[in-house]
Nanobody, 126 residues
Framework: VQLQASGGGLVQAGDSLRLSCEVS????????MGWFRQAPGTEREFVAA????????KYADSVKGRFTISRDNAKNTVYLQMSSLKPEGTAVYYC????????????????????WGQGTLVTVSS
């Protein structure tokens, strides 16, 4: 199983950015997806999660209303649309996946995810 995250970069505060995460090796499996981030000197934190069906999502309070998670199962890809970015959003963003028995479930704890991408760096300048 491989997760390939992309889309990071250097942006200014207030800008938008869309991250993508392509999953391979989970064909024909039902899996939930999440995004996490880790800023320098801090612990990894939950950002957003989405169920297999796409109908259930969850966001960290810090990004609610500004970030949108979505997925295209035909492309095995999950997206994180980030708007109104803030300097405190500077971090390495990681996508994660885990096989689930329920297409409506999502998870917010990193320990619940079995597969992780390599991370993509987002830098937000003030």
């Amino acid at each position: 199983v491989q997760l390939q995250a992309s889309g990071g970069g250097l942006v200014q505060a207030g800008d938008s950015l869309r991250l993508s995460c392509e999953v391979s090796g989970l064909t024909s499996r039902v899996y939930t997806m999440g995004w996490f981030r880790q800023a320098p000197g801090t612990e990894r934190e939950f950002v957003a999660a989405i169920s297999w069906s796409g109908g259930n999502t969850k966001y960290a309070d810090s990004v609610k209303g500004r970030f949108t998670i979505s997925r295209d199962n035909a492309k095995n890809t999950v997206y994180l649309q980030m708007s109104s970015l803030k300097p405190e959003g500077t971090a390495v963003y990681y996508c994660a996946a885990t096989i689930t028995y329920n297409s409506r479930l999502y998870y917010t704890q990193g320990a619940e995810y079995g597969y992780w991408g390599q991370g993509t760096l987002v830098t937000v300048s003030s």
